[in-house]
């Protein structure tokens, strides 16, 4: 027989769930805090560090100035990594939800070797230079190879585990070929070499206007996308009992993760880590639900990127290291982190 608990105690427990999202929402704010300032930290500080006044200065009051150029120029830079950050965020996301895999990334798809091997073949084959003319190149590599993934993963009756062996060998297959390319190329290996490792240090508004409609759409599609995850992240059986359809759900998945990490990866090539941590930090705390991970990730991925690549203007000056690299040296030891503590739970 059921006993119902008594008035009081429902009066107790009934605020808990209230709670909690408070909790997130100042969570959020405060996160959305921490993105400013690591923004304005990207503005101000460089091969020549500026004040708070002359970044105030540049951005509201521009006259011409030294300082007010170097703000310009940083901004377009700060620009790209807010979007570019927040794109590989919702796309780890994403991924990890539709794998049911938590240490899986934009990677895992093939679609930053997709992008890459596209951009190769524009600059050996086509005669390809600048960012503006094979940013398209890159973009629709990613597309064609998240199409090929899919469709060798089963289509629509993939499941998590053929899409994520597909992705690997279709980038090995890639990586390969571009290796190859850049090998035989000697011309190619040079205008690719920072590009392949990543990069903001080339950002152009000509760049953010091309990429931006690109990224709103991926972003507007992945917070969509947020109920249905959550339900396929349960199973596939837990999912059609909660009348959520598994094949459409993985198709504009894979179509938010590919517009997202596309367009990234073809504005600063490709970038490792970002949509594997944060994704993974995020869930810490604010539980399995999609809809708080998401915009989380939107908001702290950029902070990562952002402050990856403050952290390379600092460590190198009067040069710079790469983006990519930072947040390859950063992500590896915590990948390795999270497989341990992974493996140690499962035992």
Not at 127 to 144: K, R
């Amino acid at each position: 027989m059921l006993v119902e608990s008594p008035p009081e105690q429902r009066a107790e427990t009934a605020p808990a769930p209230t709670n909690r999202r408070a909790v997130r929402a100042f969570g959020l704010l405060l996160s959305v805090v921490l993105l400013v300032l690591v923004a304005l930290a990207s503005i101000a500080i460089g091969a020549k560090e500026l004040s708070l006044g002359q970044v105030w200065h540049g951005l509201f009051e521009d006259s011409g100035t030294y300082g007010d150029v170097v703000v310009a120029e940083r901004l377009s830079r700060t620009l790209l990594g807010l979007l570019a950050g927040a794109a590989l965020g919702l796309a780890g996301a994403v991924l990890q939800a539709l794998t049911r895999n938590p240490l899986a990334d934009p990677g895992l798809l093939g679609i930053n070797a997709g992008a890459s091997a596209a951009v190769v073949t524009a600059i050996t084959y086509f005669g390809v230079t600048s960012l503006t003319g094979y940013v398209w190149f890159a973009f629709f590599g990613a597309a064609a190879v998240g199409a090929l993934v899919w469709f060798l993963g089963g289509s629509r009756g993939a499941t998590p585990v053929r899409l994520a062996l597909a992705g690997t060998a279709v980038s090995a297959a890639l990586y390969g070929y571009l290796q190859a390319v850049m090998i035989m190329d000697e011309a190619a290996l040079g205008k690719m070499r920072f590009w392949t490792v990543g990069s903001l240090a080339s950002a152009t508004n000509s760049t953010i206007t091309q990429v931006l409609p690109f990224l709103l759409t991926g972003t507007v599609l992945a917070l969509a996308l947020a109920r249905p995850l959550n339900a396929v992240a349960m199973g596939d059986d837990t999912a059609k009992a909660l009348g959520a359809n598994l094949n459409r759900t993985r198709v504009l998945s894979m179509l938010a993760a590919t517009v997202l990490c596309g367009a990234a990866t073809a504005a600063c090539g490709p970038i490792v880590f970002v949509g594997l941590m944060v994704p993974h930090v995020v869930r810490s705390f604010t539980g399995p639900d999609l809809r708080w991970i998401l915009p989380y990730a939107a908001i702290l991925s950029p902070v990562l990127l952002l402050g990856a690549d403050v952290i390379g203007r600092i460590v190198a000056r009067p040069s710079e290291l790469q983006v990519g690299i930072v947040t390859a040296i950063l992500g590896g030891p915590v990948f390795i982190f999270l497989v341990r503590r992974r493996r140690t739970a499962q035992l």
